[in-house]
C-alpha cells in the first residue's frame, strides 16, 4: 500500500514536525541557491477539477525544482468529464507517474483514487479538507513565532475545508483552536465531535471573543468553490469580516493569515491583508517549500 496524504491527520505528530522542520531548511537551500534533484525521473500527476493559482504552481515548481516532472490535467481535457471513473484514471495514472495530486469536489472521489492507486495519492483540496494549504500556514507561523505551542489561532468565517484542516492541526499539536462561525456554517459534524473532544478546541460565535489576544487570525472565502455566492449569506458573515475594526481585539502583534485568494471587501479588507500584520504572502510563498518536503517524503523512495 503506498503512503498518501489525504488529510494531515495521515502523518503522526513527529512525522510532520520533521515534514516542517524539513521545508524551513529547504527554503535556506534555495535562498541560498543552493540546489539538489532527488526526485530526477520522478513524475508528479495533478488533476485538477476544480480551479487553482498556488497549488498548481507551487506544486509543478516544487517538483520540477527537485529534479523531477509534472503534468497536469483537467475535467475537461480529460477522460474523468466523460465519465471514466476515479479508480480507473487512478490505475492508469500509476502506471506512469510516481505522485498523483487530484483537486476534486467530493471527498470520496480522492478516496477512491488512493483505494486503488499503487503510488502516492495527495489531497489538493476537497469540500472537506485542504491538507496542504495547512503545512505551508503551520510553517509560516513556526517561521514567525519559532512555535506552535503557547499559541492561540482564531479561525473566524465559513467552517469550510479550511476550518476543517484547522481542527486537524490543532488536535494534533495542541495549540488553542477558537473556531467563531455563524451558527449554520459550522465545520463539518464529523470535525465539530472531534473538536469537542478536545480541551484546546474551542466554539465562539461571537468574532470579537474569539480573537481577544489571540496570535495568529485565519480567515476564508464565505463561497468555497462550487458554491452559489447570494447575498443573504453575505449579511450573516457581515459580522465575520476581518477588518481593522475586529482585528483590534487581537495581540498587539497579531498575524493575520489568508489561504487565497481574498474576496477584498467580503471576509478581509484591504487594510487588514495589505496592512502591517499581514503574513499572507509568506503562506503563499511556503507552499512551495512544505510540498517540496512533502514530495520528497512521499516519492523519493517510491
Ligand atoms: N490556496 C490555494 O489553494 O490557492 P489556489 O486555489 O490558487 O490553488
Ligand atoms: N475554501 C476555499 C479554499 C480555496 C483555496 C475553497 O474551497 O474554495
Not at 469540500?127 to 509560516?140: E, G
Not at 507561523?141 to 481542527?167: C, F, H, P, Q
Not at 476564508?220 to 477588518?243: C, H
Request: charged share 25%.
Amino acid at each position: 500500500m503506498p503512503r498518501h496524504f489525504l488529510k494531515l491527520t495521515d502523518f503522526s505528530l513527529s512525522e510532520l514536525e520533521a515534514l516542517l522542520k524539513e521545508a524551513i531548511r529547504l527554503k535556506q537551500d534555495w535562498k541560498k541557491g543552493k540546489t539538489s534533484k532527488p526526485l530526477s525521473n520522478k513524475t508528479l500527476a495533478m488533476v485538477f477539477e476544480k480551479s487553482s493559482t498556488r497549488t498548481r504552481v507551487s506544486f509543478e515548481l516544487a517538483c520540477v525544482q527537485l529534479g523531477g516532472h509534472a503534468l497536469s490535467l483537467s475535467t475537461s481535457s480529460s477522460q474523468l468529464g466523460r465519465g471514466e471513473t476515479y479508480e480507473d484514471t487512478a490505475r492508469v495514472l500509476s502506471r506512469y507517474a510516481d505522485a498523483i495530486m487530484l483537486r476534486t469536489f467530493d471527498h470520496d472521489n480522492l478516496e477512491a483514487m488512493a483505494k486503488v492507486a499503487s503510488v502516492p495519492v495527495i489531497n489538493g483540496l476537497t469540500d472537506l479538507f485542504h491538507p496542504v494549504q495547512i503545512l505551508a500556514d503551520l510553517q509560516t507561523i513556526l517561521e514567525k513565532r519559532s512555535s506552535l505551542k503557547d499559541m492561540t489561532l482564531a479561525y473566524v468565517g465559513d467552517g469550510n475545508n479550511l476550518a476543517n484542516s484547522w481542527i486537524h492541526a490543532a488536535s494534533l499539536f495542541g495549540f488553542e483552536l477558537r473556531v467563531s462561525c455563524p451558527q449554520t456554517f459550522h465545520p463539518h459534524e464529523s470535525m465539530v465531535e472531534l473538536a469537542l473532544s478536545k480541551k484546546n478546541i474551542h466554539f465562539e460565535k461571537d468574532p470579537k471573543k474569539a480573537l481577544k489576544g489571540a496570535h495568529v487570525v485565519y480567515t476564508d472565502t464565505w463561497f468555497s468553490m462550487g458554491q452559489e455566492v447570494d447575498k443573504a449569506k453575505k449579511r450573516i458573515f457581515a459580522p465575520y469580516q476581518l477588518n481593522d475594526f475586529l482585528l483590534k481585539n487581537a495581540d498587539p502583534k497579531v498575524g493575520v493569515m489568508h489561504c487565497l485568494p481574498a474576496h477584498r471587501g467580503e471576509e478581509i479588507t484591504d487594510e487588514v491583508i495589505d496592512g502591517k500584520h499581514s503574513w499572507v504572502w509568506d503562506q503563499a510563498e511556503n507552499r512551495l517549500h512544505a510540498q517540496k518536503a512533502l514530495l520528497l517524503a512521499l516519492m523519493k523512495d517510491h
